[in-house]
């Protein structure tokens, strides 16, 4: 071959190259499309859907605390349940001191009840959120039950004095 063939060789084969275009890349295999399972996406959303109206959720405490009330608060009367009648149905709070009187036995003090009934009470009687500790010339300690975790003691002493 002849100096110029050689010389036209090279550009001869820069255009074949250019004429079949870019390389191709080699074929990737497509992978099967599989089902994905959507039934709890599903099961959560339509979950969403009865309590936003208005039904499908309950809440079960088992034994548990309320834990959307606040430790701080006191517990309501009504919740400590049923009153029984008479004495034992009023609380420590509710009474009236009305006086102190020395018996040979010890001192008893005479009280006023929600129903406005007078009644004596001594060291143990049994009130509907405490009992009576002890009494004193003019004055008579209880002990009140306490639902309060943060206090040391499951207790309160509340002192009632005469006026």
């Known amino acids: 071959m002849s100096k110029r063939a050689l010389a036209f060789l ?7 190259a250019m004429a079949q275009g870019p390389p191709r890349p080699s074929a990737t295999p497509v992978p099967t499309e599989n089902p994905i399972d959507v039934s709890t996406v599903e099961r959560i959303l339509s979950g969403d ?4 109206a208005g039904q499908g959720f309950t809440y079960d405490p088992a034994g548990r605390r309320d834990p959307f009330r606040s ?4 517990q309501a009367k009504e919740e400590l349940g049923q009153r029984p009648p008479g004495l034992r149905g009023m609380g420590v709070e509710e009474i009236k001191l009305q006086g102190i009187l020395k018996l040979p036995e010890g001192y008893v003090a ?5 129903d406005n009934t007078s ?5 143990g009687t049994v009130l509907y959120d405490g009992n009576v500790e002890h009494i004193e010339p ?3 300690v209880f002990r009140m039950q306490v639902a309060d975790p943060k206090s040391l003691k499951p207790y309160r002493e509340v002192t009632r004095t005469l006026q």
């Open 119 to 123: 009644y004596l009470i001594r060291p």
């Open 138 to 140: 003019g004055k008579v």
């Open 110 to 114: 005479m009280i006023q009840g929600t």
């Open 49 to 52: 859907e009865a309590v936003d």
């Open 10 to 16: 090279p550009t001869l084969l820069a255009l074949a």
């Open 71 to 74: 430790l701080l608060a006191r």
